[in-house]
C-alpha cells in the first residue's frame, strides 16, 4: 500500500470544511467529490468523505470510502490506469496555483508559531470488567494551540523557586470545552461554558537553573450536560441523554526564560467519562468508565500543523 | 480553590483506584494513553495536510493526487 502511494502526492483534509467553505480549494474539491462516491448524495448525509484520486487540475481517476486494504488498492490502481491515459493538458492546470491564495479559507492561518502547540492524544482507561469490546483500543488525536502571550501565562508573572501559580481560567476552560471531550471513539461536540460544573488548574515552579524554569501542574475540570439528544448515528431516535467527564490534571513542563517558551509540556487529565453524543461511538457504553486524554509537545511538520478540531471556538480572528 | 490545595488534593491522594490520577499512577496512565509504533504506521506516508498543499506539489511533480478526506481532519480528530 505505500509502495502504491508513493506513486502519489497523498494529502489529508477536513471533508466538511471543504464542503462548506469558499476560495478555490473548496472549489476544487466540489469538482472532484460530485465526480466521486458520494456524488450528489443527500441521505442519511450529504458528506462527502473517502478517498479520492484525481489530478492537479480536478480531473477525477477514481474515489472510494472504505476501511478494506484490498479494495483501497485496487482504487489506487484504477486512478493510476487513468491518470496514465491523460496527456500534460488534461490533467494539469494551465497556471502552476499560488501556494496559499488570498481566498483560501483555512483556519491554520491562524497557527502560533511563536507560541504552544500541543498534541492531544485519547483512550479509554482499562476497567475493572473488561469485555470483549472491538473498540477497548480505540484512540485519537488533536491538537491545542495557545499563543505565545497565553503560553506565558501558564508560569507566574514572576519565575522563581516555590512561586504558585492559578492558570487563567479562559486557558483552562479551552482544555475543559474543546478538548477534555470524549472522542475516543469519534467526533463528539465541545461542551458548552455552561456545562462546566468547575475549571481549575495550578502551576508550582519546582526549579530555576540554566536559564530554564521546571514547573509542575495539578488541576480539576467537570463538565455535565443532560438533555435529549442522539446517540447512536443515523438512528433517528433522540432520547433523554446525559454526559459528562469528570478530569484530575497532573503534568509538568520546562520553560526556557530566553526563547520564552515550552521546551516540554506533558499533561494528563484522567477520570471517568459517561453518555454519548451521535457520531461517537458510545451508544453501547454509556455507563461511566475512565478515559484520560495526554498533551504534549506537537513537532514541527506539516501534519502537526493542522488546527484544533474545535478551533471555532477559540474566539480567535 | 487556591493553588497550593489543589497540588495538596490532587497530588496526594494514594488510597484511591488503579485508574485515579496520582502521582505514582501518572506514568501508567500516561503510557497507556501514548499510541504505540504500530498505531502511528499511518504517519510513514507523507502527508500533505492540506487538499491544495496536494494541488500545489502535484502540479510541480506531474503527479496525480490522492486525497483523504473525512469529518474530523484525517491527520487529527476524526
Given at each position: 500500500m505505500q509502495e502504491l502511494a508513493k506513486q502519489f502526492v497523498a494529502c489529508a483534509d477536513e471533508v466538511y470544511h471543504l464542503q462548506t467553505v469558499t476560495g478555490p480549494e473548496a472549489e476544487l474539491f466540489r469538482k472532484v467529490a460530485e465526480q466521486?462516491?458520494?456524488?450528489g448524495r443527500t441521505k442519511p448525509t450529504s458528506t462527502r468523505q473517502g478517498i479520492y484520486a484525481c489530478a492537479p487540475n480536478g480531473a477525477f481517476l477514481a474515489s472510494i470510502n472504505t476501511t478494506d486494504a484490498a479494495a483501497m488498492a485496487g482504487m489506487m490502481e484504477k486512478a493510476l490506469a487513468k491518470w496514465k491515459e491523460l496527456k500534460p493538458e488534461d490533467r494539469l492546470m494551465k497556471e502552476p496555483p499560488a501556494a496559499d491564495p488570498v481566498d483560501r479559507t483555512r483556519w491554520e492561518k491562524l497557527f502560533p508559531a511563536d507560541g504552544l502547540v500541543l498534541k492531544d492524544f485519547s483512550r479509554d482507561l482499562p476497567r475493572e470488567k473488561p469485555g470483549a469490546d472491538a473498540w477497548a483500543d480505540a484512540w485519537n488525536l488533536d491538537f491545542a494551540w495557545f499563543r505565545k502571550v497565553e503560553a506565558r501565562s501558564f508560569l507566574p508573572e514572576t519565575i522563581v523557586e516555590g512561586a504558585l501559580h492559578a492558570v487563567p481560567r479562559e486557558l483552562v476552560l479551552r482544555l475543559a470545552r474543546l478538548?477534555?471531550?470524549?472522542?475516543?471513539r469519534g467526533q463528539t461536540y465541545p461542551w458548552k461554558?455552561?456545562?462546566?460544573?468547575w475549571a481549575e488548574m495550578a502551576t508550582v515552579v519546582d526549579e530555576v537553573k540554566d536559564g530554564r524554569a521546571r514547573i509542575r501542574f495539578a488541576g480539576k475540570t467537570k463538565a455535565v450536560a443532560v438533555g435529549k439528544w442522539r446517540?447512536?448515528?443515523?438512528?433517528?431516535n433522540a432520547d433523554d441523554q446525559k454526559r459528562g467527564f469528570e478530569a484530575k490534571i497532573l503534568g509538568s513542563a520546562t520553560w526556557d526564560l530566553a526563547k520564552e517558551r515550552f521546551v516540554e509540556f506533558e499533561l494528563v487529565a484522567a477520570g471517568p467519562r459517561w453518555g454519548g453524543t451521535?457520531?461517537?461511538?458510545?451508544a453501547t457504553d454509556l455507563e461511566e468508565a475512565p478515559m484520560a486524554h495526554l498533551l504534549r509537545l506537537a513537532g514541527d511538520t506539516p501534519a502537526e500543523h493542522v488546527a484544533p478540531a474545535s478551533i471555532w471556538g477559540y474566539g480567535w480572528k | 480553590m487556591r493553588p497550593a490545595a489543589l497540588f495538596l488534593t490532587l497530588a496526594c491522594?494514594?488510597?484511591?483506584?488503579?485508574?485515579?490520577?496520582t502521582e505514582s499512577t501518572y506514568e501508567k496512565i500516561r503510557d497507556r494513553v501514548l499510541p504505540s509504533a504500530d498505531e502511528l504506521r499511518w504517519t510513514a506516508v507523507d502527508w500533505r495536510a492540506s487538499f491544495w498543499d496536494g494541488v500545489v506539489e502535484a502540479q510541480k511533480t506531474d503527479k496525480p493526487i490522492l486525497l483523504w478526506a473525512m469529518n474530523g481532519h484525517p491527520l487529527a480528530c476524526t
Open positions: 466521486g462516491h458520494y456524488g478538548h477534555f471531550v470524549d472522542n475516543v461554558e455552561a456545562e462546566i460544573a446517540v447512536n448515528g443515523f438512528d433517528p451521535q457520531y461517537n461511538g458510545r | 491522594s494514594a488510597t484511591l483506584g488503579a485508574q485515579e490520577l
